[in-house]
T-cell receptor
Framework: QQQVKQSPQSLIVQKGGISIINCAYENTAFDYFPWYQQFPGKGPALLIAIRPDVSEKKEGRFTISFNKSAKQFSLHIMDSQPGDSATYFCAASMGRQGNKLVFGAGTILRVKS | DADVTQTPRNRITKTGKRIMLECSQTKGHDRMYWYRQDPGLGLRLIYYSFDVKDINKGEISDGYSVSRQAQAKFSLSLESAIPNQTALYFC????????????FGSGTRLTVV
């Protein structure tokens, strides 16, 4: 049973468009929500992260939106570029369990030029 | 040199064989993790270690064992490999810093035939 549910499984976006990936969780003890980006042949790399005391965090073209009451968070990639084509994982952790990360199933993003 | 180095990068082994995957890091992090990646399932935690004398099972530890030989080294063993252990394996490290970010190795692709 996956503690963090991620959708969609795959996504195709035109260059310049907005990519949106959604995640939902059940455990309200989670207190840290990162997104990881993985290119083929590489390990995942931290992209951006948010804590539940804020509703949005933006870093460049990447934004996390967080809805604590709905227990959902999403990644928005503005002005999507072919170089953004990768697999994206949402994750969650809780401090009282030593911050072990629980990952979503991943979304394969393809940005068409 | 990479911060987190995994060896081998690729391995094909036969059912029933014992195999060891190795991980070494130069990050100076105390915490190390082994994850398994399967399509559609994301990354699942196999074992983790918060320091040299600490070893903990993750969500899918059956059929695996680990050894933390030093702060910088954490190896994963499959005592008797089976085909459903065919997967991409990742080692990761973290500290208890502000970002709680993980640093992943480039992975080991293991095929059990």
């Amino acid at each position: 049973q996956q503690q963090v549910k991620q959708s969609p499984q795959s996504l195709i976006v035109q260059k310049g468009g907005i990519s949106i990936i959604n995640c939902a969780y059940e455990n309200t003890a989670f207190d840290y929500f990162p997104w990881y980006q993985q290119f083929p042949g590489k390990g995942p790399a931290l992209l951006i992260a948010i804590r539940p005391d804020v509703s949005e965090k933006k870093e460049g073209r990447f934004t996390i939106s967080f809805n604590k009451s709905a227990k959902q968070f999403s990644l928005h990639i503005m002005d999507s570029q072919p170089g953004d084509s990768a697999t994206y994982f949402c994750a969650a952790s809780m401090g009282r369990q030593g911050n072990k990360l629980v990952f979503g199933a991943g979304t394969i993003l393809r940005v068409k030029s | 040199d990479a911060d987190v180095t995994q060896t081998p990068r690729n391995r094909i082994t036969k059912t029933g064989k014992r195999i060891m995957l190795e991980c070494s890091q130069t990050k100076g992090h105390d915490r190390m993790y082994w994850y398994r990646q399967d399509p559609g399932l994301g990354l699942r935690l196999i074992y983790y270690s918060f320091d040299v004398k600490d070893i903990n099972k993750g969500e899918i530890s059956d059929g695996y064992s680990v050894s933390r030989q030093a702060q910088a080294k954490f190896s994963l063993s499959l005592e008797s490999a089976i085909p459903n252990q065919t997967a991409l394996y990742f080692c990761a490290t973290s500290d208890l810093g502000r970002t709680y970010g993980y640093t992943f190795g480039s992975g080991t692709r293991l095929t059990v035939v």
